[in-house]
């Protein structure tokens, strides 16, 4: 059976931090607003030379070294992001490039903040069928140049950052199952236009009340597929884009937060990269551990959704 197996996690955020005591400055917001709302206190924000590119490959740099691979083993790059820097080539070219990895596929995953379980499932597909051994995926986002800074209700929830994980196919369980989903009837209330000057723009309570929904409906669909319960997972590992969001998702869940990885505190929403940072701040915590049972979700515009069940 060939099983992808996380052999190694790499993170990276930009150096520039900018809490919610700042925004407030420039916005008509307050540090309890948003901590009582979202959950966020603060996020970091790209600087010029912290691209999307360069910050993937610093967190695939990092999750190499912790898998004990060098980049001729990678035989395939996937890189998830709604903002990469060119419009070609992709970001995961640019990766390549700039990580001396030898020619193999290399290709951009889009299904915004659900991108990195989009991400797994594809990596997935192509280790299963044998096409590929040792598949990296990377998410890399720089949200903030689609932010309106004007804008307050949208403004205080994003943030940027990287994260990427080493598979390599194996015998030994690693992700178990992936279910992802979509429905472009919803696709005005969470969108961007390809356009200058076009910001982010969202329905807030239309789109938690539909994350909420299908969380729990996409979380449970996965633990029956796999004979499990609730029980069996050690580790919810969420998107993190509002606090309350996955407060709800894991009480309807049955799962105490205690066991739900929580870093939108500090990161904000970063997009698809907010799964993989998770993910790395777990491992690298010490909190998760081998052998345990993760459940990966992630929901976004699209609308889109999916999980995906890990052995790590
Ligand atoms: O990752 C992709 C998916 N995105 C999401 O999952 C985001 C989902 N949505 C959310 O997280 C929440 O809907 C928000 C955090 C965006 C908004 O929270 P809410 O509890 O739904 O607030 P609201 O939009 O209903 O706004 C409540 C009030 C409004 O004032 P009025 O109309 O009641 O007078 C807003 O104008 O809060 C006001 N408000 C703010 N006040 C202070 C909105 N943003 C802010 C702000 N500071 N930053």
Not at 1 to 19: E, F, Q, R, W
Not at 74 to 97: E, G, H, N, Y
Not at 156 to 185: C, H, K, N, R
Request: proline share 4%.
């Amino acid at each position: 059976m060939n099983y992808s197996k996380i052999l190694g996690t790499g993170s990276y955020l930009p150096k520039k931090i900018l809490t919610n005591e700042e925004l407030s400055k420039t916005v008509e917001t307050s540090h309890q607003w948003i901590v009582e709302r979202t959950g966020i206190a603060a996020r970091h924000i790209a600087s010029t030379t912290e691209t999307t590119t360069r910050m993937g490959t610093i967190a695939a740099k990092k999750a190499l070294e912790a898998a004990d691979l060098s980049p001729k083993d990678i035989d395939m790059i996937v890189v998830v992001t709604c903002t990469p820097d060119k419009f070609f080539p992709s970001t995961a070219c640019l990766i390549q490039q700039e990580l001396g990895i030898p020619p193999c596929p290399a290709f951009d995953v889009q299904a915004a903040c659900s991108g990195f379980i989009y991400g797994l499932s594809v990596i997935d597909q192509f280790v299963r069928s044998g096409m590929a051994k040792r598949p990296l995926l990377i998410g890399s986002e720089v949200m903030s140049k689609l932010v309106d800074w004007q804008d307050r209700r949208t403004c205080v929830l994003f943030g940027d950052g990287a994260g990427a994980v080493a598979f390599a196919a194996s015998d030994e369980p690693g992700i178990l199952s992936t279910e992802i989903g979509a429905d472009g009837y919803q696709k005005d209330i969470l969108y961007v236009d390809n356009k200058p000057g076009a910001f982010i723009q969202m329905e807030g309570s239309a789109v938690f009340k539909l994350a909420v929904m299908k969380l729990e409906e996409v979380a449970s669909k996965t633990l029956k597929n796999n004979h499990l319960t609730v029980h069996d997972i050690d580790w919810l590992v969420p998107h993190q884009a509002n606090i309350r969001i996955i407060k709800a998702t894991a009480d309807k869940l049955g799962l105490p937060m205690e066991r739900v990885i929580i870093t939108l505190t500090e990161h904000g929403n970063t997009s698809g990269a907010s799964v993989p940072l998770a993910l790395d701040a777990g491992i690298r915590s010490g909190k998760i551990k081998r052998g345990q049972h993760l459940l990966l979700e992630a929901f976004g515009g699209g609308l889109t959704w999916g999980t995906a069940l890990i052995r790590y």
